[in-house]
Nanobody, 125 residues
Framework: QVHVVESGGGLVQAGGSLELSCAAS????????MGWFRQALGKDREFVGA????????DLEDSVKGRFAISRDNAKNTVYLQMTRLKPEDTAVYFC??????????????????WGQGTQVTVSS
């Protein structure tokens, strides 16, 4: 089992930046594709980005391309979501998740078995 914990959320003004971190347990961390999702109040959970188990491939939702970047450091068992030029519509609870081992990047929430508790990101106007 992979245990993941997100951190780095907070309050930021529009146009600002935040970096979210996702610390994961286990020696097998590097065999899991990792994903970031978010859920705004009253809305469905949506895909934000994903990264392959070796970090060679990334996938980002169109609405955040050019503003967000996803990366991982397997030596530290950590995945990052760098967010820049934040907008009020980015306000949401952000979740980190681990897929089944050796899966390619996926946008489907059902392909992720292990989820963090979420971290709140609030972007003010």
């Amino acid at each position: 089992q992979v245990h993941v914990v997100e951190s780095g959320g907070g309050l930021v003004q529009a146009g600002g930046s935040l970096e979210l971190s996702c610390a994961a347990s286990g020696r097998a961390f590097s065999t899991h594709s990792m994903g970031w999702f978010r859920q705004a109040l009253g809305k469905d959970r949506e895909f934000v980005g994903a990264i392959s188990w070796r970090g060679s491939r990334t996938d980002l939702e169109d609405s955040v391309k050019g503003r967000f970047a996803i990366s991982r450091d397997n030596a530290k068992n950590t995945v990052y979501l760098q967010m820049t030029r934040l907008k009020p519509e980015d306000t949401a609870v952000y979740f980190c998740a681990a897929s089944h081992p050796f899966m390619a990047t996926t946008r489907e929430a059902g392909d992720y078995n292990y989820w963090g508790q979420g971290t709140q990101v609030t972007v003010s106007s």
